[in-house]
């Protein structure tokens, strides 16, 4: 490829042309032909929501009463929890100990947090009478 806009893309569009036919291989026949590439697999990945607003008796505990039990073990793959409470929303995450893992998930997390705050504020604005700074 190139820095012109018009042979990268005329490139790429050659390099796609020629790899169609790949996509008639069996994907069986991709996986083994993977062999050692491939780690075996020990976790899934998890995404969890629990509404605690929904529980019975919710309201005579205090936010801080809702535990979280899981073992504390390396992880394969992300496990992110989302628990929601009369106080708000949190979130919990369990990920591979690898420094692209960890980053990647931080930008996850935070983006997430961006767009949800976003969301919210509308709805924040109208129950809040006072004027936001």
């Known amino acids: 490829m190139s820095n012109?806009?018009?042979?990268?893309?005329?490139?790429?569009?050659f390099a796609l042309r020629a790899a169609l036919p790949l996509g008639a291989v069996p994907i069986d026949t991709v996986v083994r032909a993977l062999g050692e590439l491939r780690r075996p697999r020990h976790d899934v990945f998890m995404a969890s929501y629990v509404?605690?607003?929904?529980?019975?008796g919710h309201a005579t505990h205090g936010p801080?009463?809702?535990?979280?039990?899981?073992?504390?073990t390396d992880a394969d793959d992300v496990q992110i929890w989302f628990t929601r409470t009369d106080t708000g929303l949190a979130v919990r995450t369990r990920v591979p100990d690898t420094v692209i893992a960890r980053a990647t998930v931080d930008r996850l997390?935070?983006?997430?947090?961006?767009?949800?705050?976003?969301?919210?504020?509308p709805a924040i604005l109208a129950a809040d009478p006072a004027p936001v700074q």
């Open 4 to 13: 012109d806009i018009r042979s990268t893309t005329r490139g790429a569009g």
């Open 109 to 121: 997390i935070e983006r997430m947090r961006v767009h949800l705050t976003a969301l919210a504020r």
């Open 51 to 56: 509404d605690y607003r929904r529980l019975p």
């Open 64 to 72: 801080l009463d809702a535990r979280h039990v899981s073992a504390v």
